[in-house]
């Protein structure tokens, strides 16, 4: 199933920021030029003789201010075009805060970690080999762990990805427990396969005695094989674990498959039922072939038998553990690796080609679907809006140069259209003063009024109860005020006067 999600290195914090960031600027920038576009619209439909509705004259609203207006006009602010823009940016304006935190989030998923030194196998003719590899040092510690972390991974990553187990060509020093095995890190592995030979044996038969039988019956390759068990002061033992390998002696070293029987319960007066697993090489097995041929596989059995009960069993009177035959082949691969890496962790350098690189698990970012088309939508409503900003821009420059139109419609009258609160309450105190009769006349025939032609000049302005009787409110100037007057005549048209 493909994932329409996208991951990403940068930090969640980080890309949320640039998400807030991202949203922030373009419903600004929605904000500044749709209120210009109301403005225009406007002018567009007044040059062209239409009369205009109060609904499209609000400018650009908010939610609670578009909810209003729809309340109170049952209309759209700004027209439909513009009144769903504005419903939209509203939405937009809270699903992307909400979409940012809840679909921005960390996920941990396989990459790539830098490799500098540690258990690097090499299974050329140079190398410093040991007849039999140490079960109980550090080496063997991280092979062990390395196995579990990568194992552990998959119960937390996404069904899609994997980390495999196996016998990793290189391991980094630290036995990092970010460590992810991917198929260029993994040489091989052992495999065991149940041979379905289950055989009950009573408390009182001896472990030499269960491996003389298994041995007769073709269940353990030789009458010596290495065992360890679990034994209480009557001389029951419980926990039994007997191994021997294919290469029947320590004189010639070759490769060697491994047979194991265990006892599947840990009562120790109890029967014994034994199972028993046949282990071999998978993957590249001529490599691993080389590695196995360094080591007297006799031996090496013999000195890693001890470890065996407990990769097998959960403690003591416990059966068998559901994890016993994964344990088991995890084991044989430490034991593996442990030879092919000539027990150091110092090695700095890779074989065959390898790259400097295994491995691991890091934290990333992951933008769902939704979210990356928030960004898309945004992004779009933000151009169209654009568009059409500029198709308006074009029209009322249409009518400049190609319509040369007077009167009402000019665009000398068009100038002062209110778009905005304060706009309109410059167009109040405007219509007030007229409505009053704020002015004088000269000889000369010119009228002085107290009309503010500019937003900032209504800094002179008051609301205030002039109707006592009434209680009639209006925009009045405070006594006092300088703010020019606006100079009006026959021939000069809106000249200042001080």
Known sequence: MVSLSITSTIDPGLFRIALRIYFISALFLLGTIGRQCCKLATKVDLLQGHTVSINRMTGWLQARDVAIVLWKLRRLPGGVWLG??????SLLTLTSDLAVTGLVKPVSLPDLCPFTEGLVLDWGTNVETFSAPPPNGYPALIAANVQAYSGQWNSTLPYRYECLVGIYRKVPWDGDPSFCGNEQDVLGAWECTDMN???NFSPGQSPSEINDWLYTNGLQYYPNSSWIDYGNGWGNTAHLAIWSSSALSDATLEPFDVMVSVDLYGNETGLKTMKTYQCQVTGE???????LSQMKSVTTLNQWVDGLEGILYMGANTNISTLAQANLERYLNSMTMVQGGSNTILSSYTVDGDHRYYGCVTEMTTLSAAIIALVVFAGLILLITTAYWFFLLWSLGKHSLFKRIRGDSSRKNIKPVPDSTLSWILQAAREASMSTGAGYTYGDGSIYLGVPR??????????SITDSVNGVARLVRRRGDTAPLMYENAFVNYEYKH
């Open 285 to 291: 097995v001529d490599s691993i072939n080389r590695i």
């Open 197 to 199: 030979k289950d055989y």
């Open 454 to 463: 500019r937003e900032t000049e209504l800094r002179g302005w008051s609301f």
């Open 84 to 89: 769903f823009m504005m419903i939209i940016t």
